[in-house]
């Protein structure tokens, strides 16, 4: 972690001299001054967020100068230098505040000690702002039984240990991100960081911000310097959920930061240093993007070093059923009810269901089923999943945005007539769904997406991969441009 600006105030000018050479030999960028005016003004044109300061200066006190400087910046750290110290004079310096207390002579190796302490300190306070939302990742619980997801969690203890880059695949509800803490929690980062970023859910234009962080003033709404999650997550792990929905543009910067371990702030010139391990998901084939040029080749080799692939749930042969056992009984806890039990008919089902939602489809389903359970008799496979027939009522005329899937007019009988399997697929009932509401927003991406609750980046990668497979109609082509 790197200082934005260390003031060195002293009116000795070896000791000034030393520490500014030495700390820039570090890639900090430090300054020395000789009294308590300099340092104040200094402070007011361009705040610094460390400040070295001695206690006996020639226009005044060094503990006057962290009080007033203080009021201004609380977020300032200062480390007490002086050649006349007693232990009433430390103790008065922390009580106000300092962050440590050097007694002269020191030596280098003393400083850079006290230095990395400060640094150490400052890294818990940036993480715990963000940190205090995350769950404790520490022993994440895989449950599975089935031997494809036994061959996934061989492969997380080997590779865990390392500090290799992983790929991580699957449809969505797979479990991907649990796999993700898994692998944190199981390394030698477990005390650090680990922080996420969801590229899907962050707008395009605020992206770069949220990976890098930005300098105050870089753009509209910079009103002060932020971290970006690189920076947060230095010494730890940087999950980068959804990762094939990054721009190009961005993807390159991206690389860089991976590769180097280095890049610069937006609206800022100097190259900040991390210890990042990067964990990347996609609930997309990423070497099939590289194919349509909606993904860098350069970057899909750097981030898959390691690749495991998630199988969906239809591809773990009874694990459904042992899966939602295990649910019901923590749900059941969780809501202060007797574990019930399956009907015969639910237990034959649910390893026949195809569960299009995976785990997250199916955890959400036997929570509800204990939410809504009697108490009394044994739990239905309608419990489960109510209303599994699929018959929209016809679409009004003046359908909202909000009632596009339910008042849909896109039917499975409809969808059959050009299925090419005798039975649509869902990749096929979202198309159609996307097509109708593209019709009904002549063409609007940010319409369309706002009507089917998706990313407009998501639709618009979807209506690449269409178009290159089959093309759309005049009015539906201009939406992929």
């Known amino acids: 972690m790197q200082f ?33 005016q300099q340092a104040l003004e200094e402070q007011k044109k361009e705040p610094a967020d460390l400040m070295i300061v001695d206690l006996q200066l020639p226009d005044a006190s060094g503990l006057e100068v962290m009080q007033q400087v203080k009021k201004t910046h609380p977020n300032v750290d200062v480390i007490i230098i002086t050649g006349f110290g007693t232990i009433e004079s430390a103790v008065d310096a922390m009580k106000l505040g300092a962050a440590n207390y050097l007694l002269k002579p020191f030596t280098l190796e003393q400083f850079d000690v006290a230095l990395n302490q400060l640094i150490q300190q400052r890294q818990l306070r940036s993480e715990n702002s963000y940190l205090r939302e995350q769950q404790q990742v520490s022993s994440p619980e895989l449950l599975f039984s089935s031997t494809p997801m036994e061959s996934v969690q061989k492969l997380i203890q080997r590779v865990a240990p390392t500090n290799a880059t992983v790929l991580i695949q699957g449809e969505s509800g797979t479990g991907k991100e649990l796999v993700a803490r898994a692998i944190h929690a199981n390394s030698s980062r477990k005390d650090k960081p680990y922080i996420k970023v969801n590229c899907a859910a962050v707008p395009e234009n605020l992206l770069e911000s949220e990976f890098f962080g930005h300098e105050k003033g870089s753009f509209t709404g910079a009103s002060v310097k932020r971290e970006g999650r690189f920076e947060l997550a230095s010494g730890g792990t940087l999950l980068l959920d959804e990762v094939t929905e990054i721009s190009l543009g961005l993807q390159a910067k991206l690389l860089r930061a991976i590769q180097e371990q280095e890049f610069e702030r937006v609206g800022g010139n100097r190259t900040i240093r991390v210890d990042v391990r990067i964990i990347a998901t996609s609930n997309r084939d990423l070497l099939k993007a590289v194919e349509k040029g909606i993904f860098r080749q350069d970057l899909y080799f750097r981030l898959n070093v390691v690749p495991i692939s998630i199988p969906a749930l239809r591809e773990r042969p009874g694990e459904a059923f042992f899966l939602i056992e295990a649910f019901i009984e923590r749900f059941a806890r969780r809501h202060n009810k007797p574990t019930p039990v399956l009907s015969p008919d639910a237990i034959h089902k649910i390893n026949s269901y195809p569960w299009p939602g995976n785990v997250r489809e199916l955890q959400n389903c036997a929570e509800r089923a204990i939410i809504l359970w009697d108490g009394v008799e044994m739990i239905q496979f309608d419990d489960l999943i109510p209303n599994l027939t699929f018959s929209p009522p016809p679409t009004p005329a003046n359908a909202t945005p909000a009632s596009l899937v339910q008042n849909s007019s896109i039917t499975i009988q409809n969808v059959l007539e050009s299925s090419s399997k005798g039975f649509p697929s869902v990749a096929e009932m979202e198309k159609q769904l996307i097509i109708e509401a593209l019709q009904r927003t002549k063409g609007n991406r940010n319409e369309a997406a706002k009507l089917l609750d998706i990313n407009v980046r998501t639709l618009r990668n979807k209506l690449k991969e269409y178009s290159e497979t089959d093309p759309l109609s005049p009015e539906l082509e201009e939406a992929t441009l």
Do not use: C, F, T, W
């Open 4 to 36: 934005e600006k260390i003031i060195i105030v002293d009116d000795d000018p070896i000791i000034r001299r030393m520490l500014v050479s030495h700390l820039q030999k570090q890639n900090q960028v430090a300054l020395g001054v000789m009294n308590a």
